[in-house]
């Protein structure tokens, strides 16, 4: 991720990132339902999204966003039920979901507690690539892409020195995540590099060093980094953070 490539935004709190965060969401949900009757979205898990999700449902019953032509599915999931606390599908039905008029049958949770994990990335490739029409490189083409990054520098369920960050042919892999000790579903970079709108939401002091590294000039630091393998091929990447995520960096509020 050139920072010369990406649309960079820095608010000064918390809340304002999420703010413009949320104008952006609806824009292009509005956008690719005008064009295309349906806008396809991949949502982010994690804790950074949980105010986004909240201000999408808030606004979510003034009709704006046209909910009920969204399909909605997700960026990666913990290898839990889908009622499980730290479910990412969880989450976003409490904050979000279960606030906008959308179809169910429009809502594609990760089945990542399968017995056989492999099999289960496998068929959500599948449904995706159903569902979502395909650009000219024959990957289906989501129309935004929600991402969040940890502080080491992981995005999606993608960890530094996993080897699926090399994974050019699945869209959808399930791997044993060694620094956690656990199973993942994630999106891989050929799936999340297709879609139209890439966006990072950003926030809190404890991602300063690392936004510093993945903002930065040291291509060799930044290549460390599994968000910075997210570089849209024919797309739009924007970067929202707050002053504190921002503050060693060269980019300032706005």
């Known amino acids: ?16 990132a999420t703010g413009l965060a949320s104008r ?28 986004l999700y909240l201000r999408l449902a808030a ?7 046209p909910w009920q032509n969204v399909e909605v599915f997700f960026g990666d999931e913990r290898n839990v039920p889908q009622d499980h606390p730290e479910s990412n599908y969880l989450m976003a039905q409490r904050t979000l979901l279960d606030h906008v008029p ?30 979502v029409p395909a650009g000219r490189d024959g990957v289906p083409r989501l129309d935004l892409v929600l991402l969040g990054m940890g502080a ?27 620094v956690l000790g656990r199973e993942r579903m994630t999106f891989t970079y050929p799936l999340i590099n297709a879609a ?25 630091a930044r290549a460390k980094l599994p968000a910075s393998g997210v570089a849209p091929t024919d797309g739009r990447l924007v970067v929202i953070l707050d002053a504190a995520a921002a503050r060693m960096t060269a980019y300032k509020a706005e």
């Open 196 to 220: 139209q709108n890439v966006v990072f939401l950003i926030t809190g002091r404890d991602k300063a060093p690392t936004a510093a590294v993945l903002l930065g000039e040291d291509e060799q």
């Open 102 to 131: 959308i179809r169910l049958s429009n809502v594609h949770p990760m089945p990542a507690d399968a017995e056989d994990l492999a099999a289960a990335a496998a068929a959500y490739e599948q449904t995706i690539r159903q569902r």
């Open 59 to 65: 606004d979510g019953i003034s009709g704006v966003v």
């Open 152 to 178: 080491e520098g992981h995005t999606a369920s993608l960890f530094p020195g996993a080897e699926v960050l090399g994974e050019r042919r699945r869209l959808v892999v399930a791997y044993h995540v060694a």
């Open 1 to 16: 991720m050139p920072a010369s490539k990406a649309e960079i935004h820095v608010l000064p709190t918390a809340e304002e």
């Open 24 to 51: 952006f969401v609806t824009q292009v949900i509005r956008q690719a339902v005008d064009r295309q009757g349906t806008c396809y979205l991949a949502l982010a898990g994690g804790t950074t999204p949980h105010g």
